[in-house]
């Protein structure tokens, strides 16, 4: 991410869905996702999860059923979230998030693809899942439900104001 711009697009409206485990995000470009939890975290901006430099990014496995139990707004940039494995230390700026909405599923496949290489698996230790359960839904990544079920939103955030 080449950082933020006068041309970055920014969000126009953040809603996390706690049961379907959905951030929902638009931004003013017209670019509109539905980010599963779990892709979020698996995916984390953060030293921990991509490492320090090339080659030491670090797989994370296990993922699937982890939660946001906060999302706090890091300055007009960006939104920090707290997820329920304890990580708290990636910075999702608008740029990185817009990357992830336009890029997600080659993202997710990409993932689903290191994980299987790998011989691990999404599912949290001790689920009693097998190992190698990537079957074709997963391919889809967690599914987050439409209409007024979810109309769960956690935090609401309004548009920001673009970078000076």
């Given at each position: ?7 970055t ?11 379907s485990?959905?951030m ?10 539905r ?5 979020l ?5 953060s030293?921990?999860v ?7 990014e ?5 993922k699937?059923e982890v939660?946001i139990e ?7 940039y ?9 990580h708290?230390?990636g910075?999702y700026?608008?740029d990185?998030l817009?990357?992830?909405a336009?890029d ?5 496949a990409?993932y ?6 790998a ?9 009693g ?7 074709p ?5 967690p599914a ?6 979810d109309?769960?939103?956690m935090?609401?955030?309004e548009a920001?104001r673009?970078?000076?």
């Open positions: 991410m080449a950082g933020l711009t006068r041309q697009p920014v969000p126009t409206t953040i809603v996390v869905h706690r049961r485990r959905v929902e995000i638009a931004f003013d470009d017209g670019t509109h996702a980010l599963p939890f779990e892709f975290r698996v995916l984390s901006p030293a921990e991509r490492g320090h430099g090339p080659g030491q670090v797989l994370q496995v296990g699937r939660d906060a999302l706090e707004p890091v300055g007009n960006a939104v920090q979230p707290r997820f329920s494995d304890g708290n230390t910075i700026s608008w990185y817009h990357h992830l336009i997600q599923q080659r993202l997710w990409d689903l693809a290191r994980l299987q290489a011989g691990k698996s999404r599912e949290p230790a001790g689920s899942a097998p190992a190698d359960a990537h079957g839904a997963d391919a889809r990544g987050g439900g439409e209409g007024p079920a109309a769960d939103g935090k609401s955030t920001r673009r970078p000076p």
